[in-house]
């Protein structure tokens, strides 16, 4: 079955920091564009940052950027997320997804892992 993993999250404290990981399962990571998505609870689903296949381009949404950085290694078949100056609006279920490139719809993105959680709280 085709499907990401994704580990690394946690409680932290505010100004605190984690590092997601992103591994595949039976395909080269490295072969797609990859997209960090999380969900707050009772909140939809956001974008927070990509990374493209070939150039390596990464996106971030406003209201991460300046404290995440998305990085990818596809020797381990990995991509992670890298959150810094952790805040409680963080808090949520992470996931990440591929999709051909990081300019394609939320729609396009698929083979979605089961999520990791994240909690910044005091």
């Known amino acids: 079955q085709v499907q990401l993993e994704e580990s690394g999250g946690g409680l932290v404290h505010p100004g605190g920091s984690l590092r997601l990981s992103c591994a595949a399962n039976g395909f080269a990571l490295g072969d797609y564009a990859v997209g960090w998505f999380r969900q707050a609870p009772g909140k939809e689903r956001e974008g927070i940052s990509c990374?493209?296949?070939?150039?390596?381009?990464?996106y971030y949404w406003d209201s991460v950027k300046g404290r995440f950085t998305i990085s990818r290694d596809n020797a381990k078949n990995r991509v992670y997320l890298q959150m810094n100056s952790l805040k409680p609006e963080d808090t949520g279920v992470y996931y990440c997804?591929?999709?051909?490139?990081?300019?394609?719809?939320?729609?396009?993105?698929?083979?979605w892992g089961q999520g990791t959680q994240v909690t910044v709280s005091l």
């Open positions: 997804a591929k999709a051909a490139y990081c300019h394609d719809g939320m729609s396009s993105f698929g083979s």
């Open positions: 990374i493209d296949r070939a150039d390596a381009n990464t």
